[in-house]
């Protein structure tokens, strides 16, 4: 894997900023001022969700979002991507409850209310000047599957995105007929796309939706699609305990599939007025 100049330099911030815990990276940054912002790569970061009609946590001054947004991701604000500059921002959508009714099969799901909030917030950007070609879309669990749902209907929207085991139908073991009902409605709807351009991510162990559940995506054009193991990711070591469905949070993630996650990204952006 080739790495140029700008990525070394994004992943020698995102090591920087891993190994110290740096304090700045508490909150999320303030947007850039309009030019600044208008000549940036924005990557779009959307955290999972809770349970249907509870409420999904969004504050970053009670902590409930330092850990929903992984600390490799909010490194990478302020580095440069193929020569761009970078706006790496955990996106809240103001969707934070559901209505769909398991029992009666009735009700908008909060992904499909998420996935609008999302394409909303991608036109808001391109209203400021941001171009779809320098808008990437990032996610993991319900913001990654509400990410898909955004690529099938609204591609021309944005550049690309990135996912992270995406799910949204609650554990497999414990899933209710009626979530089982919509979820193969939503595998359906997904499958039909002639092509998503997309980076996916998917976690042995994973009891809400593991490798072979997501397989699916591995047969859509266009979707580079990753299983890793939970314990080693390419030689990197990840520890036992936790969940496999957090397991982009670790360390052993970053540091073997950030690489891959910025060559991904740098690929599909146009050439900078600094590089051409």
Not at 80 to 102: L, N
Not at 106 to 131: F, H, T, Y
Not at 143 to 161: C, I, K, M, P, R
């Amino acid at each position: 894997m080739g790495f140029s100049e700008s990525m070394a330099r994004s992943l020698a911030a995102a090591a920087i900023l891993w190994l110290t815990g740096c304090a700045a990276a508490v909150q999320d940054p303030a947007e850039p001022a309009p030019e600044r912002l208008a000549a940036s790569v924005v990557l779009l970061y959307m955290p999972g969700s809770t349970q249907e009609f509870r409420e999904d946590p969004c504050s970053w001054k009670s902590g409930e979002m330092l850990g929903r947004t992984p600390l490799w991701f909010r490194s990478l604000n302020g580095t440069e991507i193929g020569g761009w500059p970078v706006y790496a921002t955990t996106y809240c959508t103001p969707t934070k409850v559901g209505m769909f009714d398991h029992k009666t099969k009735s009700g908008k799901l909060k992904v499909v209310k998420r996935a609008e909030d999302i394409c909303n917030r991608v036109r808001e950007l391109q209203n400021k000047g941001v171009p779809p070609n320098r808008i990437f879309l990032v996610g993991n669990s319900a913001g990654a599957w509400a990410s898909l749902l955004v690529a099938v209907d609204h591609a021309e929207e944005f550049n690309a995105l990135i996912g992270m085991a995406p799910a949204f139908a609650g554990r497999e073991g414990g899933r209710k007929e009626g979530w089982t009902w919509v979820r193969g409605q939503q595998i359906e709807k997904i499958s039909a796309a002639p092509g998503i351009d997309g980076l996916i991510f998917a976690f042995e162990g994973d009891r809400f939706e593991g490798p072979d559940d997501l397989d699916f995506l591995d047969r859509i054009a266009d979707i580079e699609f990753v299983p890793l193991p939970i314990y080693n990711m390419d030689g990197h070591l990840c520890g036992r305990g936790g969940s496999a469905h957090a397991r982009h949070h670790r360390p052993c993630f970053a540091r073997s599939q950030l690489p891959r996650i910025l060559k991904f990204i740098e690929d599909r952006l146009p050439a900078s007025p600094a590089t051409s």
